[in-house]
């Protein structure tokens, strides 16, 4: 059955420079509402990348957790997190802590474990003065406007992303792997195809080669889908890099990503990714109340600068292996 045969009964509002929009009057009881909806809005989501939901009145924790389970059913635990966020309840988080002064490029939410998520689930609890907006980018569309000799490249090779983990910047490894006990994080390591290396200060350092296009799981189309250029450090503004570089030396940044064969990828190529991003971005201005869902596959996202108080809560759902073919998962795994 065609997708929006399924979503028929809502009126959506295509829109080429904004993320589909569907305004709905504030139902008496919003979890049922979801709950009712959910097939016809993950077919719109599947359908347009993306879908903002207009007067849900989402203003507090629990009525969004309750949204959210009604959407997704059970959320995801978050494993391998580049950053610690604050948790509102099983599966419902913050948003990424990140200065507000600073945008953060389009990515692909957790691209980089074997199981990512294939729904996200962002909604606005309160919305900043200015700036904050969660943009989308579709993930064909970009694919199909970058190089072809650059997503040659990555496609047959793939993508590294190496993590060193300290005390300082990012996720702590109870954050990211659940747990600190090093048997425990080498055992997760294994069963994920990420080589995992305690230096003698016992930092642990870690590598995992991943795919840099998969094909979406329902419609089976090719998707530019990695977090190359996000966790790049040609992204990082040059006071930050250079700071960095100086504390924790070129080989020991918190992240960074390299391409499958080991080579640095240069600075050209990072902006060559992020200025097409930026030419297939869609934004509209959070307001209180407002739900996103995106497909993670499909879809990228970012956050722009922001002025004011903004909160954001995030759940993640649906988890996928977007390709088990690829020749880079397939070598990470030997």
Not at 142 to 163: H, M, S
């Amino acid at each position: 059955m065609p997708f929006s045969s399924l979503a028929s009964p809502l009126d959506v509002e295509p829109r080429p420079d904004r993320p589909a929009l569907l305004r709905v009057e504030p139902p008496d009881d919003a979890p049922r509402w979801a709950a009712e909806h959910r097939e016809a809005l993950r077919a719109q989501v599947t359908e347009h990348g993306a879908l903002l939901v207009r007067g849900l009145g989402l203003r507090d924790p629990d009525r969004t957790g309750a949204v959210f389970a009604g959407l997704a059913g059970e959320l995801l635990t978050e494993r391998e997190a580049f950053a610690p966020r604050e948790v509102h309840g099983p599966g419902l988080y913050s948003s990424t802590p990140w200065p507000a002064n600073q945008p953060m490029c389009m990515h692909h939410e957790l691209s980089y474990p074997f199981q990512v998520p294939g729904l996200l689930l962002f909604a606005c609890l309160t919305a900043p003065e200015q700036g904050g907006a969660t943009a989308v980018a579709d993930a064909e569309e970009v694919l199909r406007a970058l190089p072809g000799g650059l997503t040659e490249r990555f496609e047959r090779e793939g993508w590294i992303l190496t993590r060193t983990y300290n005390d300082e910047i990012g996720a702590s490894l109870t954050e990211s792997f659940g747990t600190a006990d090093r048997t425990e994080i080498e055992r997760y390591c294994r069963a994920n195809a990420i080589d995992c290396t305690w230096l003698p200060d016992g930092t642990l350092r870690t590598e995992q080669r991943r795919n840099a296009v998969v094909r979406h799981p329902v419609t089976g189309r090719r998707c530019w889908f990695n977090q190359i250029a996000f966790l790049n450090e040609w992204t990082l503004a040059p006071e930050v890099r250079e700071y960095l570089v100086d504390v924790y030396g070129p080989d020991g940044l918190p992240f960074n990503t390299r391409h499958g064969d080991g080579s640095p990828i240069s600075e050209d190529v990072v902006q060559t990714i992020n200025t097409t991003y930026e030419a297939h971005t869609r934004r509209d201005p959070w307001q209180a109340g407002d739900l996103l869902l995106v497909d993670n596959i499909r879809t990228a996202h970012s956050r722009e600068a922001y002025r004011g108080d903004r909160q954001i809560l995030v759940g993640m759902a649906e988890p996928v292996r977007p390709a088990e073919d690829c020749p880079a998962v397939e070598a990470s795994e030997r």
